[in-house]
């Protein structure tokens, strides 16, 4: 699994490049961390949104695909606010499991 989570790493970053040189095209300049953070935010909004509609509680068309697709996009903002504030997503990861798993025993 770390093999995957490295390569799921490594093409999310190389993602990031990518719409990092349309934002310069775009906008003049990168985003920041905080609009990296907002957009993330705005996406995680959505899986609520789109859980509620799963749940027959809000109605939308879609629903599976989206929510899908927000879920994938939210992990990869993680990993992408993680990077850009050189927190290492992996061992944040261990250790909040670890920490978690201690306090449940």
Known sequence: MENDLDEIIRR???LRKKYHQLEMQHHGSE???SEDALAFLTDAGLVGRHVMSQQERWPKA???RELEHKLGESI?????LADR?????KQALTNFL???EQQLK
């Open 12 to 14: 999310s970053l190389e």
């Open 31 to 33: 985003w920041t961390v």
């Open 62 to 64: 879609d629903t599976d």
């Open 76 to 80: 990869w903002w993680l990993i992408i």
């Open 85 to 89: 504030m050189n927190i290492d997503i």
């Open 98 to 100: 670890t920490k978690t």
